[in-house]
């Protein structure tokens, strides 16, 4: 264990983190800013014990700050959440404070413990342990599934281009899925059919068949992600256009703890769906907001179009917005954040009832 580099101190004090794959820089600071200590330890559950052990050392802790909660430093942050700790995510510098001083582990833990005193820090993390947290897992899995998938179709299409004539006409006419069916039945041929003929065929084969693993796999979890939607967040799913996918995407973005966000204004803000203030004189205007969660806000869009398409109440709303002038993608945007605040609320409803039911029993399909 690292000694400290200040002598003991019992004084309140805060403490942030410069998290790495292999190691995290600690820095812990008194409530009057001054730098008590910081130190280096490996990232393992043995270095977050020493850590937290360290850090006790040097006064008793009110707040923790972690940068890159969600990735480097996810672990980090559910370690010290078991301890009781309310931990933060703690800003990385920014790129003009990067050009007025040396890059240094050291001066980027300090750096956010100061974001933490200060107060610029507020975010609490992820916590990770929840239906959230196990949405992300599988729609990882399942977004990986479906582009390998996309990828493997389109080669399957270029290497037809280029095959022989009449294999060609015989699949170039058949659907997609048709596509697929044909190419696993090919056989090679025998030792008198052409070698190259015969590497087209069995590479179409192989395509084909990892196609069809690829499809399996995201259909089982595309039945685990509703399966868990459904048992966790059932008001959610039975919303009009909200399907499994677009609301694990909602429900990873929110994470399994509430108190993260302040409230549906914050959400609409963190999915990108909150309008942008860009008047000047007379002119008032409101703008895109492209930053945020674009998974998130992406999730939003496909909500509308289903609606605009299907619910009634959503299209005599678009007509009427239309009516006064506003153009299709205007529209949209107001949609989205009335979609935002709508699921806001369902979410926060379906956790308040959750809170009441003493067991639950989480059913996923194999």
Known sequence: MPAPWNRLTRTPSR??????????VAAVLAMSGRTLGIGRFPAAESGYRQLHAWAAQLGIIRRAGVESSGSYGAALSRYLLSQG???LEAPGPGRVARRRRSKSDCGDAEAAARAVLSGRAHSPVKSGSGPAEIARLYLVAKDSAV????????????ILVTADPTLREDLATLSRRALVCACLELSEGDENTDPVARATRFTLRVLAE?????????????GRLSDLVR???????????????SAAVLLTAMG??????????????????????????????RRLNRGGNRQANAALHRIVLSRLRWDARTQAYYERRVTEGKTRREVIRCLKRYVAREVYRLVQEDRRDLSHTPDLLLV???
């Open 364 to 366: 996923a399909r194999g």
């Open 210 to 222: 990892r196609i069809e693993q690829l499809r399996a796999q995201a259909r089982v979890l595309e």
């Open 15 to 24: 403490r942030c983190w410069d998290t790495h794959r292999d190691f995290h």
């Open 256 to 285: 399994d703890n509430s108190d993260r966000l302040r409230g549906e204004a914050s959400f609409a803000a963190l999915c990108g769906a909150s309008p942008v203030e860009y008047s000047s004189g007379n002119r008032q205007h």
């Open 231 to 245: 048992c966790h967040h059932p008001r959610l799913i039975d919303a009009v256009g909200i399907g499994p996918h």
């Open 85 to 87: 700790l309310e931990v």
């Open 147 to 158: 582009k390998a998938q996309r990828q493997a179709a389109n080669q399957l299409k270029a």
